[in-house]
């Protein structure tokens, strides 16, 4: 089975992180978790993003706040779809880790999701590895039936007691 690398920064990010293992679980998607400094421990950062390969993983998902440059040395080491997660920070909201994020040189693409969208990190990941995997994209399909399912269900509830008492 195809696996996700997750790898963050810090501890700090590991709330954000762990919704995309959530989703990955869900799906059934095997993932390694690991917590490395690129900045910190430089050369465990490049032996990690040099392994990959070699441990099955098709995707990395990588989180990072601040100068967030996790993702995009990933990018630039590991040869296919790297993912990035921006988090959200105090001084001024995940703006930084997201420019820091998004704004990859011409041929070391990351793909970004919103501020702390671990979610969508973990989908965006079992989508790509869906391309290949009939199994995963009819778990995918049956995720998005979910989904509708709730909304239609909030909706039913919505006409059936009215906007006041929902919301009370």
Not at 85 to 90: G, L, V
Not at 91 to 119: C, E, F, H, K, W
Not at 144 to 150: A, V, Y
């Amino acid at each position: 089975m195809s696996k996700v690398g997750i790898v963050m920064g810090s501890d700090s990010d590991l709330p954000v992180m762990a919704k995309a293992a959530e989703i990955l679980e869900e799906l059934g998607v095997e993932y390694e978790m690991t917590i490395i400094s690129a900045h910190r421990e430089p050369d465990v950062f490049f032996a990690y993003a040099r392994s990959p390969e070699e441990k099955g993983f098709k995707v990395i998902i990588a989180g990072a706040g601040m100068a967030a440059h996790l993702p995009g040395m990933c990018a630039a080491i590991f040869p296919m779809p790297v993912l990035g997660i921006p988090m959200h920070t105090t001084s001024l909201g995940g703006r930084d880790s997201l420019y820091s994020i998004v704004q990859m040189p011409s041929g070391i693409p990351v793909a970004t999701v919103a501020i702390n969208g671990g979610a969508n990190a973990g989908l965006l990941a079992a989508k790509i590895l869906a391309t290949s995997d009939e199994a995963l994209l009819g778990r995918l399909k049956e995720y998005s039936r979910k989904m509708k399912e709730q909304v239609e269900a909030k909706d039913a509830r919505l006409q059936e007691i009215g906007y006041r008492e929902y919301l009370a």
